[in-house]
């Protein structure tokens, strides 16, 4: 809890019990629940897990439209789903009006005449309605909509969505799609070992790529192609794959988000379970995100948003396919790393300098190797030649005993965890000689070792049979992707090592702060500057002394209880910029000084016809650090905070974080920590450092107000946020709010 909106908030969080791991669940509907986890709002705090096992293994199959009239599309779907069946053990039962078998396979006349229990049902008609009303009541447990024209088609489309939807929801089934497809029905390969990557895309193309990987030797579990999401979503089978042995990643391609907290949830459960989460998310542009609406009808998302929010709970996020096939493979095989260390081996200079200059700018940590260590590679490697990191062996020692000496060696210095080595293209037989080693030492270390493979042909023995045969050897083609995955993993590990889910932050009762602010707003109003300070004051913000006064005899006295200098400004519901008016009057210091602007301020709102509730008489504040910090509503996650440069700069440089809440101390400090201007807190040219705990301090209450002010606050947006030297805390000088 809260309690005394005066009290230390950051100290309330740190003392919040934790809800680790997985609470005690009940079944309901095939899906897991933690019964009266929730937040202050009402909204759950763990994702709900399907129970999607009899989708995937299903007992027994129904095919609604069953075919076996050659060039009809039906029929290709059904060979298929035959096929299918068979590989999974089910039992499959055509169904068809008119007729009596489907490939030699006895025919239903229709699914209420279905005399066994089914768990999954296929529907290959034009319209899918009809099917599923007349499944509810019945014990299908799934289904699947191939069928399109819905959302992706515009708002007639949506509405005829929203009422499958609705008939899905009365009818206790779960259902994928429509404008779905056959992936999830895929051969997949069952002689390859070790951890798999389970796949999730809303257009089935795009995960093509990943589903070949089977062919270079990456084991794949499943395939879901979400569609539009009337019902199974994205989010519920991160949810159930991050609970699966099997699973070492999660590969997504997300054109759209149904709802965002559910994602976030589902991202917080892989989160809990160690398994991440890899995603191409279209949207970065404008572009994109409409191409996106048009093909599945979701929602893209502010994409800064997006961004953060993906970070704060620890989905990677990366651009292309290609990225996404090798980012999700290294992070399903690759062991927990045993130090961030990253060694550059290679047999030419101007390679290892290369490569050393794009990893130590993406922000991985190079090292550079101890004297001692220096030394021993120097028994093999000429002395001419830069052994610190990267090392350059010069060539030759990879074509005899020493290469395997030499790889073994750096592996075993305790701060390198991950070894790389970029081979631009064959040189057989020493890169033959080469790759066998990396193999070897791999398989003989648990630190993860990495190749690129440079040569565009491919089709090399060293690469195909060598490399791509091993499971221990992280195999790239690019410099990139190989830099991306590696940096990938290590943050993957780091995040998840004492992870403490952002939902356990969430208050679940109502603050004493709260009421006292409910009672300030005004639903579908601006507040005054005047309101919208008392809303913060509420909250324990700190803000200047100041008073509203309607005279100029007031504001006089004002300015002698305020004290010396002071500023003036209009406070009014209809102003937003009150300074490009000529309504602030700053460092005045004398009481004819106050007179004349109390006039001076009266006078523009009358030829302005602006509306005042008074003017304000408020303190002069020292100079400090100018910072923003405000709460906007997200048409998909809902409410988000925001902290940047303030002042005229918010405009200027739009330099700011943003976060979903709830969240912590931890990641308040890692919003500032992303600033552009981030050193201005630390005290530049002469200035004293900032009390950064005191900004903190203020966006743990913001965010604290934007959960529990939810359905009532539609924006808060303080600006500036004085942010005093050190020990002297924070002062909000001005806030604009609206409310709901």
């Known amino acids: 809890m809260l309690g005394s909106t005066h009290g230390t908030f950051t100290t309330d969080l740190r003392a919040r019990v934790v809800a680790c791991g997985e609470s005690p669940r009940t079944a309901v509907h095939g899906v897991t629940a933690a019964p009266g986890d929730q937040d202050v709002s009402g909204r759950p705090l763990h994702a709900p897990v399907p129970d999607l096992d009899r989708f995937f293994r299903p007992k027994s199959v129904a095919v609604v439209g069953a075919s076996d009239t050659e060039g009809r599309p039906n029929t290709g779907i059904t060979r298929q789903l035959i096929a299918w069946a068979e590989r999974v053990g089910a039992r499959l039962v055509p169904v068809h009006p008119t007729r009596t078998s489907v490939f030699g396979i006895d025919c239903a006349p229709s699914v209420g005449a279905l005399t066994e229990p089914v ?49 899905v ?49 990456v084991r794949l579990s499943h395939w879901a192609p979400t ?103 290294l992070l399903a095989r690759a062991r927990r790393p045993q130090a961030d260390g990253v060694v550059v081996y290679s047999i030419s200079g101007g390679t290892g300098a290369h490569f050393a200059d794009l990893a130590t700018a993406a922000g991985l940590a190079l090292p550079t190797l101890p004297a001692a260590k220096q030394d021993e590679l120097h028994q093999w490697i000429p002395e ?39 081979i631009t293209g064959p040189f057989p037989p020493m890169s ?52 991306g995955a590696v940096k990938a993993y290590l943050d993957h590990h780091r995040f998840t090592t004492g992870y403490r889910s952002p939902f356990d932050e969430a208050p679940r009762t109502p603050s004493p702060s709260f009421r006292k602010a ?141 976060r979903v809440p709830p969240f912590g101390e931890r990641e308040a400090r890692s919003m500032l920590a992303e600033l552009r201007g981030r050193a201005l807190l630390d005290g530049v040219r002469g200035a004293p450092p900032a009390d950064v705990d005191a900004l903190v301090e203020v966006v743990l209450r913001v965010q604290r107000m934007a959960l529990e002010l939810d359905g009532d606050l539609a924006e808060l947006d303080i600006n500036p946020l004085m942010v005093l030297p050190r020990g002297q805390g924070a002062v909000a000088l001005d806030a604009l709010a609206v409310c709901r």
């Open 119 to 167: 768990d999954l049902a296929v529907l290959l008609v034009a319209d899918p309605l009809p099917v599923i009303e007349e499944l509810a009541g019945t014990k299908v447990r799934f289904a699947v909509a191939f069928a399109s024209g819905f959302a992706e088609t515009g708002e007639a489309g949506a509405a005829a969505q929203e009422r499958l939807a609705a008939a």
């Open 169 to 217: 929801r009365g009818s206790g089934i779960r259902l994928l799609g429509p404008n779905t497809n056959l992936n999830a029905f895929e051969r997949f390969r069952e002689d390859l070992e070790g951890p798999a990557v389970a796949l999730i895309t809303q257009s089935g193309h795009q995960g093509r790529p990943v589903f070949t990987l089977q062919e270079l030797g």
């Open 227 to 329: 569609g539009n999401e009337a019902d199974l979503e994205t989010s519920d089978f991160i949810s159930y794959f991050a609970g699966l042995p099997e699973v070492g990643a999660i590969a997504c391609y997300v054109e759209g988000l149904k709802d965002g907290r559910s994602f976030l949830l589902a991202a917080d459960r892989a989160a809990r379970h160690g398994v991440p989460v890899v995603a191409v998310k279209v949207g970065r542009t404008e572009t994109g995100a409409r191409t996106a609406a048009s093909h599945t009808g979701k929602l893209t998302g502010a994409d800064q948003v997006v961004d953060a929010a993906m970070r704060q709970y620890g989905v990677i996020r990366v651009d292309g396919l290609d990225q996404l096939q090798d980012t999700a493979t």
């Open 384 to 422: 001419y030649l830069s052994v610190s990191n990267p090392v350059d062996n010069g060539g030759h020692p990879v074509g005899d005993w020493r290469g395997r000496k030499i790889i073994d060696a750096i592996l075993a210095d305790p701060s390198v965890g991950v070894l790389i080595c970029p």
């Open 432 to 483: 033959d000689r080469l790759a066998q080693d990396l193999v070897e030492a791999a398989e003989a270390t648990d630190k993860l070792v990495c190749v690129v493979w440079g040569s565009p042909v491919g089709t090399e023995d060293a690469y195909r049979t060598t490399l791509l045969g091993s499971s221990r050897v992280a195999t790239f083609r690019t410099f990139a992707n190989c830099i």
């Open 518 to 658: 409910q009672a300030l707003m005004r639903p579908g109003r601006r507040l005054s500057e005047h309101a919208a300070k008392q809303l913060l004051r509420a909250y324990g913000i700190r803000v200047p002394r100041e008073q509203l006064v309607t005279s100029a005899a007031a504001a006089v006295r004002a300015a002698g209880l305020v004290g010396y200098p002071v500023v003036m400004k209009a406070s009014g519901a209809q102003l937003a910029h009150k300074t490009e008016l000529g309504l602030v009057k700053v460092g005045l210091t004398s009481a004819s000084q106050v007179r004349d602007a109390y006039r001076d301020l009266t006078d523009i709102a009358r030829f302005e016809s602006i509306d005042l509730d008074g003017i304000l008489v408020c303190q002069m504040v020292g100079r400090g650090v100018e910072m923003v910090v405000g709460v906007t509503r997200d048409e998909l996650f809902g409410p988000t905070v925001t902290v940047g440069l303030g002042g005229v700069l918010v405009e200027v440089l739009n330099d700011t974080a943003v």
